[in-house]
């Protein structure tokens, strides 16, 4: 490691946040599929392989075989494990593989992307992952510019932002809250519609609030800390709703990923914490960093 | 260190990607379709009545009033008139069922012998005029419109008008309406799309009895497992459950079912929502009403993956048997247990027809927009082929016919079972505006075609292993030209059963056409008549000798007589029958003129002796 002292523990908070959101994702794209079929099969779409020289047979298959399409959506997988494997290899002065992480942040925002036109183009539905979409060019410019920096920390307050905007507008109800809020809450707590309900909105303002008090001097390194807390519960929530006993290896290849590629939810939040302590407490912790390095 | 360029490329970076990127996916944004804009209008209150759908079993008459949001202060009561000699006579009112808007009525005693004009009024301003139909029980032939996939998506014709199914149901006089599900396709604002499709379809429904099944759309969520009610949380659903709370899913049943003969098992699945299946005898055609997703169970985590989605299997040398895992359930013990009934009762019934969502097999191989080809898919009726061979196994005792819907792909399948051909025939009809392609092409050419058929007809065996003959697929485009209707296979079915033939026909017609004009042409493979009693005509079978009766179509039952197992029930054409039978066994036959009450013969075999019987 060769972060600077008092910025390591956020750096690390930014590579595992990164490396989670890879990892589910190569899992996504190795083990199921990448959902981006929404885009490819469009008018458009075909259109633009044929410019490019591609036949019908040779972009869709034969039916009998697969074609470009088919072929390269299962080799993508391997765009995301490199990328996985550069939020713990990136250092500060790799540019390559800064570049790498950038272009990474650019597949996972073709990703949001194509949630978003899923969703019928819910902006809430792009916004919301603003967090994944962002982790690995705050985790650059951290390592680039410095974690204390104020364009890798307003990045991160936006990426914050964008996550818990997208989350509060659902959970309100500007936008049709999904119905897998309303099970996920009705499962885990037990609790009937009505009740979901009302829980729902009211993290929904949460949501909001935070969005502001993340802005707020005096607010926001409680903001950021109740957003650790509510992004990794929220994140976790769909394994704990899902997995079963009675499922083949629980459900775990089912819902794992889908709490694993929301690890930015909680890493921005925990990161700008961190970085926001009081002096006071990163002197203890650069007094036990140091102890522990004397110890090795 | 100098960290301006640290900095510059950063920036850049970030707009790049908050900018640049969505820029280049929407690079032909100009280009894309315009979406549905999905929205209850304002109406004037005279206008708050949207439409009504109607049944009439057993002598009652169910309705159900389709409200636009009333307003406070606005009564909640509405009323159901009929004109008697000239009057308007309240026969029932109800209140307004919230959320939804939905105004139940029901009227006991209801004379079906004759036809009555019915209006629905709300205040002093609002009315709703349609006919109540008397039973065409004197009819020879009872026509059924059936309609599957009623996107509103402008980018594949959704925003078309309507105009030309109206006008071919009204030519062609349909009896029933059979909508087999996704009449709503927007997940979140089903009142919404309801009424909708009310403005839409409203002409026709007021004025027949009309049945539309609830399908995965319809109920928010792309696919449906239902698993009794249990609470989906996986993306796409295949875990099982519902999506959408049940309070939604509710609304959703209330507004689409609640006009159907009363449910015959009618207790409640998990969070409160209900169940709907039951029959309709209308014009001396026996229709089942299946819930074929309700009590379904989903395959995530319970079948080893086998495809890039729990539910798809992409892999051909998989082994079917693995899917087909204990404790997975189709219709369910409920369903199984009514449908047993229902094929053994044929009081004022001379035919049978099972109406569901979806049909008894995997009936597509390519899926999607020519998106490669899916092994198998356990959305299907195709699995789990335990749950579908004993579905099938029950239907072929009553010699039903299949109609359904879902697949978006118009085709017509022979089932088999044990062997091809041993089980019931299905109709699949195409989408009214087709949102997700399929094909049916098999990589084989089919064994045992008819001469002249496509190579993609004949015995097959599905993805799941399951025994099936197909005749006919509407298959699109593999590259639509204009993308819209009838280049992506659109359009709906005609199903013709002639209570004195005992024939069934099936028509399958392509969106914008005059089904009354000779030059109009169906779909490749259509229309195709059968007889009631292929449903349950195995290839291996014999023939009992014949029985000639001393009263009309008597109810003929077919018992094995070593196990005891009703083989099969039917009311009779006329006044002789040659029962069909497996080869090798001995029976016992049963007859009587409204149900098999009477042994008259007690040890048939194939090849026996003619014989008369009396039932007087």
Known sequence: MNESNPHRLPIACLRLGAFLCFAGWTWVHYYWEGPYGVLLWQDATYDLATRLGLSWDEFVGTGADDGFVQKWIARIWWLYLACTLLTITVRKTSWVQMSGLVLGSGLLTLLSYASYVAAQRQLPMFIEHGGQMLIPLILVMALALGAGHRVTVTTAVIALIMTFAGHGCYAIGFWPTPGNFYAMTTLILGVEYSTAQVLLRTAGVLDLAVCVGICIPYLRRASALYATAWGFLTAIARPVAGMSWGLNYWGADQFLHESVLRAPHFAIPLFLFLLWRKPGEKKVSQGRQGASAELH | ?616
């Open chain 2, 1 to 616: 260190m100098n960290l301006q360029p640290y900095k510059t490329a950063g920036l850049c970076c970030l707009v790049l990607l908050l900018g640049l990127t969505p820029a280049i996916a929407q690079q032909n944004a100009q280009r894309r379709p315009r979406r549905a804009v999905l929205e209850i209008p304002e109406v004037e209150r005279s206008e708050v009545i949207c439409f009504a759908l109607y049944t009439v079993h057993d002598n009652t008459l169910k309705l159900t009033a389709q409200l636009y949001p009333l307003q406070s202060g606005e009564s909640r009561t509405v009323r159901l008139e009929i004109e008697t000699d000239g009057n308007w006579v309240e026969v029932a009112r109800t209140n307004v069922v919230e959320p939804g808007w939905t105004a139940p009525f029901r009227v006991e005693n209801w004379d079906d012998t004759r036809a009555s004009n019915y209006r629905v009024v709300h205040g002093a301003e609002a009315t709703y005029e349609g006919v109540i139909r008397k039973n065409p029980v004197d009819k020879d032939e009872i026509v059924v419109a059936g309609f599957t996939g009623n996107s509103i998506q402008p980018a594949h014709g959704g925003d078309i008008s309507r105009q030309d199914l109206i006008d071919n149901v009204r030519k062609v006089d349909a009896d029933v309406l059979f909508f087999s599900g996704d009449q709503v396709y927007d997940h979140n604002k089903h009142l919404a799309a309801w009424l909708k499709f009310g403005r839409d379809f409203g002409d026709i429904i007021k004025d027949r009895p009309t049945l539309c099944l609830p399908d995965d759309h319809d109920v928010g969520q792309p696919n449906l497992w239902g698993e009794s009610g249990k609470i989906s949380t996986l993306s796409g659903n295949a875990d099982g459950g519902y999506r959408q709370p049940g309070i939604y899913v509710q609304e959703v049943e209330r507004a689409q079912t609640s006009h159907f003969p009363d449910p015959v098992d009618p207790g409640k699945i998990g969070q409160g929502i209900g169940v709907y299946f039951t029959n309709l005898n209308w014009g001396n055609i026996d229709f089942a009403i299946l819930e074929d997703r309700k009590f379904k169970t989903g395959p995530a985590g319970r079948v080893p993956k086998q495809g890039p989605r729990p539910d798809h299997i992409r892999n051909p040398d998989y082994d079917p048997d693995s899917v087909d895992v204990d404790g997975a359930i189709l219709l369910g013990q409920r369903q199984l247990d009514f449908l047993d009934r229902w094929a053994q009762d044929w009081r004022d019934a001379s035919m049978k027809v099972a109406l569901s969502q979806t049909i008894f097999c995997g009936g597509a191989h390519i899926h999607g927009s020519a998106n490669g080809r899916l092994h198998a898919d356990m959305d299907s009726n195709g699995w789990p082929q335990t749950g579908r061979n004993r579905a099938l196994q029950t239907l072929r005792k009553a010699f039903a016919f299949h109609y359904a819907g879902d697949q978006h792909l118009a085709t017509i399948f022979h089932h088999g079972i044990d062997e091809h051909r041993d089980a019931i025939w299905s109709f699949c009809v195409p989408s009214i505006a087709n949102l997700y392609l399929r094909w049916w092409e098999p990589l084989e050419p089919g064994q045992n075609r008819e001469p002249g058929s496509p190579e993609y007809t004949g015995d097959h065996l599905d993805g799941f292993a399951n025994k099936v003959t197909n005749y006919a697929a509407a298959n699109p485009e593999k590259m639509p030209a204009g993308n819209v209707l009838n280049t992506r296979s659109a359009g709906f079915g005609i199903v013709r059963l002639n209570t004195q033939t005992r024939q069934i026909t099936m028509e399958c017609w392509p969106r914008n056409v005059d089904v009354t004009d000779p030059s109009a042409k169906q779909y490749p493979g259509w229309p195709r008549t059968i007889s009631q009693f292929d449903n349950y005509n195995p290839p291996s079978w014999g023939k009992l000798g014949e029985l000639t009766f001393d009263v009309d179509s008597p109810v003929v039952q077919l018992v094995d007589r070593d196990s005891n197992e009703i083989l099969y029930t039917v009311r009779i054409a006329g006044k002789t029958f040659v029962p069909a039978a497996p080869k090798d066994k001995t029976f016992i036959i049963k007859a009587g003129k409204d149900a098999p009450e009477t042994i008259v013969v007690k040890d048939a075999k194939v090849g026996g002796a003619a014989q008369s019987v009396s039932l007087k």
